[in-house]
């Protein structure tokens, strides 16, 4: 029987869990002819989002739909092969004509691309050092996907990694394009609020304003325990809505990690089971454990003030002001000035992130298991 908590891959719409309300503002806001920004905490749904949203009939139909995940580039070249390759395997099902035109327009690749003389077959050997003039690739990009037979939306995930690219103006560069695209609109996605804020929201960058934001937050606790109910239910396996709340909010709603512990929970399981508060506890201890190794190897690539400040944030999360006074009193760390550099460091490096609520920023550890791990070994 399909393990109905999907971890990888793409969601079918029948195990995919509420999230109407965003769906319904990213369509409305698309066929209003907006660019979007879509942000949340890590591992909240980003990325399925999009690819739901992508999956719908109403952008199904009258758009061709492309998703790049930049998050391993470091240089515009490698951004620009990235969404080539994209372009090209969204259009190879799509048939002879729409790949022509993408063909014939990127004109600084194209002996890349070509196709079997014989039987018509695409074939393409795009290497990233076939990308020599990434600035001229970039534009024929952005000139096809404004001149494609249907409308496009690109949904670039990770966005934020662009901030890292050595080339200058990079910002720049794709706002200009971008800026004067009427066919063509864009889902720019990302889980560092901190750049993507900075990238979106001043006045002096060049994305300023360009995008409709859409946070993602949790799923509503009352859908998400009516989906996993119902998913045991259907499986003939038992499990108390109760016991779905508790998971819920011992992970503050945290799509991903509640997913896992039910995924593995329900592989686990057999029909006629009852799974009680207990069967959760020992399916994230069993997660814990797995992940343990993993866990001390990245303690033990941490300063001492790093990991200090770590475990304290992991035991007061959400940490409020952890480079006061009190904070580090109560912890017994260094000193505020030490802390602030070690978190500085932790934010760096995504082990912590923050979110604000009445105007405070709120720390955590970016991985729920790991803050978990944390608190049950120091
Ligand atoms: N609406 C949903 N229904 C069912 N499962 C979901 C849903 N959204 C997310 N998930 C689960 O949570 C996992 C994480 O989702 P996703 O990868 O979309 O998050 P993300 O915000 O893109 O994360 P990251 O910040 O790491 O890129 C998915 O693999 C899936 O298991
Ligand atoms: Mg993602």
């Avoid at 995930?157 to 609109?185: G, W």
Wanted: proline share 4%; hydrophobic share 35%.
């Amino acid at each position: 029987m399909t393990n109905p908590f999907f971890l990888t891959g793409i969601i079918p719409d029948a195990y995919f869990c509420d999230r109407e309300k965003e769906t319904e503002t990213i369509i409305r806001h698309l066929k209003n002819q907006d660019n979007i920004l879509l942000t949340s905490s890590r591992r909240m749904g980003k990325t399925q989002l999009i690819r739901h949203i992508f999956n719908d009939t109403r952008i199904k139909g009258g758009y061709h739909t492309f998703y790049a995940d930049i998050y391993a580039t470091t240089s515009l070249r490698e951004m620009v092969f990235f969404l080539s390759k994209e372009i090209y395997k969204e259009l190879v099902p799509k048939g002879r004509k729409a790949l022509k035109m993408f063909l014939t327009t990127i004109k600084s690749i194209a002996a890349a691309f070509s196709m079997d003389p014989v039987t018509g077959a695409p074939k393409v050997s795009l290497q990233l050092g076939d990308i020599t003039t990434p600035e001229l690739t970039l534009e024929e990009i952005f000139t096809y996907l404004e001149t494609a037979d249907v409308p496009c939306i690109f949904a670039i995930d990770e966005f934020q990694q662009i901030s890292i690219y050595p080339e200058k103006n990079v910002e720049a560069l794709l706002r200009t394009h971008i800026q004067k695209m009427n066919k063509c609109h864009f889902i720019f996605s990302g889980s560092d609020r901190h750049i993507l804020e900075r990238m979106f929201s001043s006045y002096s960058k060049p994305f300023y304003n360009s995008a409709k934001p859409v946070y993602l937050g949790c799923i509503e606790r009352s859908k998400y325990v009516d989906f996993v109910v119902d998913r045991f239910g259907k499986a003939g396996m038992s499990i108390m809505p109760d016991t779905v709340g508790f998971c819920y909010d011992h992970f503050d709603g945290y799509t991903y990690y509640n997913h896992k512990i039910f995924h593995d929970l329900f592989a686990n399981a057999s029909p006629g089971m009852t799974l009680d508060r207990q069967s959760v506890l020992e399916t994230v201890q069993m997660i814990l454990e797995e992940n343990s190794h993993a866990y001390s190897e990245i303690m033990s690539s941490l300063s001492i003030t790093q990991k200090q400040t770590l475990i304290a944030i992991a035991k007061e999360s959400p940490a409020r002001k952890p480079t006061s006074g009190a904070f580090v009193k109560r912890n017994a760390l260094e000193s505020p000035s030490s802390t602030q550099k070690a978190l500085a460091k932790l934010l760096d490096v995504q082990l912590v992130t923050y979110g604000v609520k009445d105007a405070e920023k709120e720390y955590s550890v970016s991985d729920k298991f790991f803050e978990h791990w944390l608190r049950a070994t120091y």
